[in-house]
Each structure stands twice: as C-alpha cells, then as structure tokens.
C-alpha cells in the first residue's frame, strides 16, 4: 500500500513524497508521485509512530473517579484507542507499587501485578505496542521481591527509580506541596502540613537500606537486560549516583543543575509533553522549553496527556537547532536508541511500519496511524479508496 502526497519528516530533512507499506515494515520512500495510490495524505505530515516511554493513563482509566474502578480490559482497550488516536504506535504504561496500599487498591503488590500481566496478555489483541515502565519507589524495599518476580517472567520493559519523600525531586519545595495538597484534597492548610510530615516520616529510611535496595535493583536489571532510568532527579549528586548504578536516562529532572549533570554524565534527559505545551512544569519544577532551549532536552514523554505530543514538539520545532525532524526525534528516534528499539523510530525502508499523519493546520491532530503496517486510527478526513 502507497502512501502518497506526504509531507515527510526525515532524520535530518522534511520532504514531500511517498511510502510503501508491505508486510508490516516499510518497503520503499520516493520523492517521485506515485499514480493510483491507496491513500492521498493532501501534504500532510507522515512521521514515524511517536514511541512514549512514560504515560501514566492507564490508572487514570482504571480510576477515572477516586474509588471508582472499572474492569481492567475496559481500561485496556480505552488506553489503547487513546493512544493510537494521538499517533503513539510504541507506549510504556507507567505503573507503581505503593506502601501502605491494600489488597486490591491502585498500586497494591496484587492490583498492579495483575494490572502489568493483563497488558502482557492483551498485547495481541491490542492496536498499538503495549510495554510496561515500573516505577520502583526506592523507599518501598518490600517492592523488590514482586519486581523481580515480574522481570523474570519478561512481564517488565523499563525500571524508573523513584523517590516521592517530600523535600526532594519532584516535592522540594513543601511549602507548595502542602498548598497543592491542601487544594487537591479540599483540606485545610494546617491538615495539608501535618500529610506532608507524616508522608515525610513514613518514607524515610536509613542511607544503608537505600543503598542495599538500589544495588539489588540496579543489579536485577543488568541481569535481565532491562534498562533503568532515574525519576526526578533534582541535584547534581543524584545523578552521579544513579549514573554509577548503570542508569542511562533521566526523566523528569526538577533542576537546570540536574539537567547539566545529566549531560556531564550522558544521560539521556527526558520530559513531559504538557510541561513543553504549557511553557511551565504544573508543580513548579523546571520548564521543558527552558530545557530544550539550553540543549539539555532529548525525550518528550506522553506524561499524562499523550494528546499533547505533537503539538507540543511543533511548538518545540520552532526553536530546534535542527527544526521539525530535530523536534521530532524526541519522541521517535531518540527514545528507540534509548529504549533499544532498533526495529523503529526512522522512515526508513526495512523499519516497522509505525506511522502517523499528522495535520499541522490543526495543531497537529493525528488523522491516521498504523502499527507494524496495520491501520490503527482513522478519523474520516483522508480519501480512503478501498479495498486498502
């Protein structure tokens, strides 16, 4: 199948031509006109599929409401539609373990087990390339045993350390922190003090405990094969330190001294699509666009809005060094080589055929997508002769 009248963005170029789709991988690029072809993409851009390391979604359609939960499948399929009508072809859903969950809640040993195995089953049936990215609080030791469970049954793609111990990452500034509590959970400002301190006393833990817990899973992931990214990285010793453990990209870093460090380091940087959409972090951290602008930005993560991708990198684009296909990369090439995804992320014959067409009259909305050469996403726009 022909995919013509596009507006390609290359590695280095943006270029009009076609595309052939054969047997799930990319068969041909031409800048000559194709005549007779299956779908016209009125100089659209055709990209490859955007690959998200990080989306948090799924336990926002497993709890769209707070105690209010639906079937996993459910969930499952809405992700899955959600995704691929963004252009996402390659997702990690993100998931965590909390302590102190109990049996059945969101991020419980048992719900977020089953939540990561029925991914694993449903992945054939699924439109998209599901993986999962476990989000492993160094704080909840008791965590490593099921981790390492799930690692060695394949059932895990990605480990991100974390740290939510309010006064560092993410939560630095407590005084915001309360605020935000205060807020989120119609307290009042006294109440949200006392949450704070009482989460600060609950995730401490002696240097020791911390540094066993992250050998243990530094040296679980080099077994397997599993690659680690750092989570909030807010100082320049952290990053050292999660560099010296093997970890080779940090996401979400709170701090410009971090994001330095990171590149002193060669980690690979990565950051939230709503932060670079918006022009500001939501809590107060380090703005994507300040990143970009000072070279420290590699990867755009879906976040929690995979629908902010690419308006988010065409605003990007306008800045890049190396313009659209620059912008671009941070959710395609970038994260395959991050991720070890060498069957992806270029147009490039051979390659998967994970593609999207992107209409940037209309900020970028994705009209059409496939995975592995296969329509995931349509909405009517397109002239679509059949049969395709």
Known sequence: MWLSNATLVGPDRVYSGALRIAD???????EDPVEGVAVDCQGMLLTPGLIDMHGDMIEQELEPRPRVHFPTEVALNALDLRLAAAG???AYAAVSFTAGASQGQRRSFDHTSD?????GAAKDRLRIDHRVHARFDITFEDALSVVEALIEDGAVDLISLMDHTPGQGQYRDLERFAAQLAYSRGIDHEEAEQLVADKIVDRTRPAEVIATTLQEIAALCARSGVPMASHDDDTAEKVALM????VRISEFPVSDEAAAA???HGLVTAMGAPNALRGLSYSGNLSAREAHAAGYLDILAADYHPAALLPALLILAETDPNGLPGALAMATDTPARALGLSDRGRLEPGLRADLAIFDPASSGRCVAAWS???MVHFDGTLQMPLPL
């Open 24 to 30: 799930g991988r990319i068969e041909e690029i031409t």
């Open 88 to 90: 996402v072809t390659t």
């Open 115 to 119: 939540v990561i195995r029925a991914l």
């Open 243 to 246: 560099a010296g453990l093997g």
């Open 262 to 264: 990171c590149r002193d």
């Open 372 to 374: 592995a050469g296969r």
